[in-house]
């Protein structure tokens, strides 16, 4: 037995944790020579790369407000580390590399030259291909603020490219990205990565390149498109292309794209300068061969006959998009098109279906074309076409119109398929009885996990208010991958054990107005070496840990089962028989409140928990000065601080530490993802 206690911690030791340490940078207050720590900060983000810092798995560095210079992210992580602002502070860089990384989480920063005063093109953000498993999520990222009084020629040459991804397996979501050359590049060895919710305005050039094999490009806003150059070349909304093993365009195939509800708008603004009004195309593929793509739930509207052409398409399915020409303008009718490869090899094998769109001009036998609705009466047909509104109104014909053989299950908004006796044509399902709403919900807040396990968990957040009403609620994991509910929580199974997941929550109504996304929150699911303390035993569980005569940092995740319960982990020298062999403790106690022990009695900081949720404690424990310092973050919350506790009273005199234990009086709680640093003083 005490063998598989040994091998056990072994592995718990050894083995990489989903939480970890927190550092911070101060670029106004800090130094290098610094710990890292929140009172002992480091400096710029820049600067702690420079000096190859290292992190671990589950580790978070915090940035406090100011420029962070030009930093390049790096290190191979078996789990993931964040880099995210401390609470609201607004942190600048120049620009962003990731390079030589893996399973980085880098969130919330403002990436602009014009933070320091210069415009330059080059990308703002580069994924390079030596890297993986990158996040990026909610960052604003422009090449000026204010481009008033630019000339045309100054878009071209002051602008550069947002994000560029050559990195597999990345997710690129819930950025803003403003008067930008190009918006976001996935190139051709990026595949399966993920670029969602963002929204990408005033472009000179393309909106999105797609180039990867099975990426896909979920609900995406791409609009008002410029032009800074006067000749033939046609930008795009979305554009991609294949490339060969020769490495010339068109000599090779893309496989597995999906676009899914994503907004194309060439012009939105009537104040834009520099208009490309008649030379922007919607999704544009001329360079096949195109293989396995779905193209669903899509509104484009641009003023150019190019609206959706995949060109060499092998068994793709076109469903339930809306084009239409852009408001305010006539004449042109863009169409859905697929054809030959302009080497000839024809299109075949296709799904062209539900689509509402003012023309379409497909190849003969390029497979199946049914249930479309080809029409340019727009206003007796959308809600609000003059103001870019494309829900269908009431007495619609494309109401009714669609097939529901391999179509999607919900619309754009996140609404059921059908709402009525059969599925609607277009990317928007009629809703009966709320016509004419115009107004977003607000967005949700407030979001908590609780009943955590090694593969579910339970999804919570605060109402959204609506001035008609809530018709339900998408929950994304990781920017995509959305589920729809009705209420105000979520069940989420069929996760991976000891794994974090990012969850953001947008609500919608009837009419299908959307909220805006909300923020995350980082879910981590219970390791397979978890222990649960013994319900109201009374019996300790103790666990042997490898010598400890110095300094050292014990992590680990704590999820009490019930309310008001009554039970401990503790660190002790041996095996532990009674609460006086412990050096230190953390509980949860009966009154709702943790707590941690100090000297003769428990200390008066407390945090105050809830059943089913995890909690992550840190402590930084110094055998010879016999004190502990006690960190604690609620799931989804933020660090908070004890302070520097003395041993228990009858371990004053101990010299070191070589266990842990449980105990359960009243209840029982979970303890997982168990870690323990090594600072100075340990044997081996």
């Given at each position: 037995?005490?063998n598989?206690?040994?091998t ?13 340490a927190?550092y ?10 610094n ?7 480091w ?50 860089v ?8 893996a399973?980085w ?21 580069d ?6 498993y ?5 960052c ?6 204010n ?27 819930n ?27 005033r ?14 490009y ?12 006067d ?5 795009a ?19 597995g794209?999906?676009?899914r ?23 544009a ?17 641009v ?11 092998m ?16 004449g ?11 080497n ?5 094998g ?14 003969e ?7 479309n609705?080809?029409?340019t009466?727009?206003?007796?047909n959308f ?8 829900h ?46 115009n ?9 908590a ?5 090694l ?7 605060t ?18 991958d959305?589920?729809v ?13 000891s ?15 959307e909220?805006e996304?909300s ?7 219970l390791?397979?070496?978890?222990v ?8 300790w ?8 005569k ?135």
């Amino acid at each position: 037995m005490k063998n598989l206690i040994y091998t056990f911690i072994a592995l718990i030791l050894v083995g990489s944790s989903t939480y970890g340490a927190s550092y911070y940078c101060d670029p106004a207050a800090g130094k290098m020579s610094n710990p890292g720590t929140s009172d002992l900060p480091w400096s710029a983000l820049e600067a702690v790369f420079a000096a190859n810092k290292t992190f671990a798995a589950g580790d978070t560095i915090f940035l406090r407000k100011g420029y962070h210079g030009f930093p390049t992210v790096k290190g191979i992580n078996s789990g993931y580390v964040t880099i995210k602002p401390q609470g609201n502070d607004t942190v600048k860089v120049k620009k962003l590399i990731v390079q030589n990384a893996a399973k980085w989480v880098i969130s919330g920063l403002t990436i602009s030259p014009e933070v320091v005063s210069s415009y330059e093109g080059g990308n703002f953000v580069d994924i390079q291909s030596t890297s993986s498993y990158i996040t990026l999520e909610n960052c604003f990222i422009y090449s000026t603020l204010n481009a008033a009084g630019w000339t045309q020629s100054d878009y071209g040459t002051k602008t550069g490219n947002g994000i560029e991804c050559d990195a597999p397996n990345c997710f690129i979501t819930n950025n803003n990205l403003k008067n930008i050359l190009n918006g976001i590049e996935i190139q051709q060895a990026a595949a399966y990565t993920v670029v969602s919710y963002n929204t990408i305005d005033r472009i000179v050039n393309d909106g999105i390149r797609g180039l990867a094999d099975y990426s896909k490009y979920e609900y995406n806003i791409v609009k008002n498109l410029m032009v800074y150059r006067d000749d033939d070349v046609q930008d795009a909304c979305f554009q991609s292309w294949s490339r060969g093993a020769d490495g010339q365009v068109g000599t090779g195939t893309v496989y597995g794209v999906e676009l899914r509800g994503n907004i194309f708008i060439s012009t939105e603004d009537p104040d834009l300068p520099f208009k490309a009004v008649d030379e922007v195309n919607g999704i544009a593929c001329h360079n096949g061969m195109l293989a396995g793509w779905v193209i669903e739930n899509n509104l484009i509207l641009v003023n150019h006959w190019i609206a959706l052409a995949l060109y060499g398409a092998m068994n793709c399915t076109i469903l339930n998009n809306t084009v239409a020409e852009l408001p305010g303008y006539t004449g042109t009718n863009p169409w859905i098109s697929l054809g030959a490869h302009k080497n000839g090899t024809p299109a075949t094998g296709n799904l062209v279906r539900n689509n509402f769109t003012s023309a379409m001009a497909n190849d003969e036998n390029i497979g199946t074309v049914d249930h479309n609705i080809v029409s340019t009466a727009y206003t007796s047909n959308f809600e609000n076409y003059a103001g870019f509104n494309c829900h269908l109104k009431a007495g619609s014909p494309a109401i009714d119109a669609g097939n529901s053989t391999d179509a999607p299950t919900i619309d754009r908004d996140g609404n059921l398929r059908p709402q009525g006796v059969a599925y609607d044509v277009g990317a928007y399902e009629f809703v009966a009885g709320l016509g004419g709403d115009n107004q977003a919900p607000s967005t949700p807040t407030g979001l908590a996990s609780s009943n955590i396990t090694l593969t579910s968990f339970t999804l919570s957040w605060t109402a959204s208010t609506d001035n008609v009403g809530i018709a339900g609620y998408q929950a994304f994991r990781n920017g995509s991958d959305a589920i729809v509910v009705t209420s105000t929580s979520a069940n989420i199974s069929a996760l991976t054990a000891s794994t974090q997941y990012t969850y953001t929550v947008k609500a919608f109504d009837a009419d299908g107005n959307e909220s805006e996304m909300s923020s995350g929150i980082d879910v981590t699911t219970l390791t397979g070496d978890a222990v649960t303390s013994r319900d109201a035993s009374s019996t300790w569980q103790s666990f042997d840990i490898s010598t400890q005569k110095g300094t050292f940092t014990a992590f680990f995740d704590a999820v009490p089962h019930t309310a008001n319960m009554d039970g401990l982990i503790g660190i002790q020298n041996g095996i532990a028989v009674g609460y006086r062999s412990l050096a230190c403790n953390v509980r949860f106690y009966r009154n709702g409140l943790i707590d941690a022990r100090n000297g003769e009695g428990y200390g008066t900081r407390t945090v105050s928990y809830t059943a089913g949720t995890s909690y992550h404690f840190r402590l930084v424990i110094d055998v010879p000065a016999h004190t502990y310092s006690i960190y604690v973050t609620p799931s989804g919350g933020t660090e908070v601080v004890f302070g520097t506790y003395a041993f228990r009273t009858e371990q004053s005199n101990v010299t070191q530490l070589t266990g842990w234990s449980v105990i359960s009086d009243v209840g029982a709680f979970t303890v997982s993802n168990i870690k323990f640093e090594h600072i100075s003083g340990f044997e081996k």
